[in-house]
T-cell receptor, first 111, second 115 residues
Framework: GQQLNQSPQSMFIQEGEDVSMNCTSS?????WLWYKQDPGEGPVLLIA?????ELTSNGRLTAQFGITRKDSFLNISASIPSDVGIYFC???????????FGQGTRLTINP | NAGVMQNPRHLVRRRGQEARLRCSPM?????VYWYRQLPEEGLKFMVY????????ESGMPKERFSAEFPKEGPSILRIQQVVRGDSAAYFC?????????????FGPGTRLLVL
């Protein structure tokens, strides 16, 4: 089945640092999505990408849809304590409704 | 505008019992998706339903699991004769019409613990 490889699995950073994480796939996706999940809650959509090469920002978050359509990255600039959580990439292939999720990147911030 | 509602938030069952998980989609949404999340893992797709129809159940285990989304009322994910391996968080998501570009909005999940 389709799989997304997300890295790194975990990150420990200082408040104020920039963060970068990425997702790769062996197959092509037509949509890439980035979600954040807080403990005990469901995933919340951060950014949606619909075209290869697309670069989209949402406040301090920036995400790109790779040209090959097999990868995506998420950057967070000037991290703050509320950025702590687990970040998931998700992809949707052509004609499909279901989302395929990566394993998540757990972000921990030291004040 | 209320988001996706799931209940119960936590459910404890003994092996062999039945678990019923309910999902009320956002107002105006007629498409529902169920995902399962094991500890320290990403979400795995289970089933996609429209009102009264199962559209894609490729992620559903062949036995003991069933899902429905009746004309009236919430979507139900039913697990019969639960086993310890069924312990997980089960998330429901909804979208307005299921179009490819539409966002899926997730509920808070039901955490099932099988003793």
């Amino acid at each position: 089945g389709q799989q997304l490889n997300q890295s790194p699995q975990s990150m420990f950073i200082q408040e104020g640092e920039d963060v970068s994480m990425n997702c790769t796939s062996s197959s092509i996706f037509n949509t890439w999505l980035w979600y954040k999940q807080d403990p005990g809650e469901g995933p919340v959509l951060l950014i949606a990408l619909y075209k290869a090469g697309e670069l989209t920002s949402n406040g301090r978050l920036t995400a790109q849809f790779g040209i090959t359509r097999k990868d995506s990255f998420l950057n967070i600039s000037a991290s703050i304590p509320s950025d702590v959580g687990i970040y998931f990439c998700a992809g949707r292939s052509q004609g499909a409704q279901k989302l395929v999720f990566g394993q998540g990147t757990r972000l921990t911030i030291n004040p | 505008n209320a988001g996706v509602m799931q209940n119960p938030r936590h459910l404890v069952r003994r092996r062999g019992q039945e678990a019923r998980l309910r999902c009320s989609p956002m107002k105006g949404h007629s498409h529902v998706y169920w995902y399962r999340q094991l500890p320290e893992e990403g979400l795995k797709f289970m089933v996609y339903l429209q009102k009264e129809n199962i559209i894609d159940e490729s992620g559903m285990p062949k036995e003991r699991f069933s899902a429905e989304f009746p004309k009236e009322g919430p979507s139900i994910l039913r697990i019969q004769q639960v086993v310890r391996g069924d312990s997980a968080a089960y998330f429901c998501a909804s979208s307005p019409q299921g179009a490819i570009l539409e966002t899926q909005y997730f509920g808070p999940g039901t955490r099932l613990l099988v003793l």
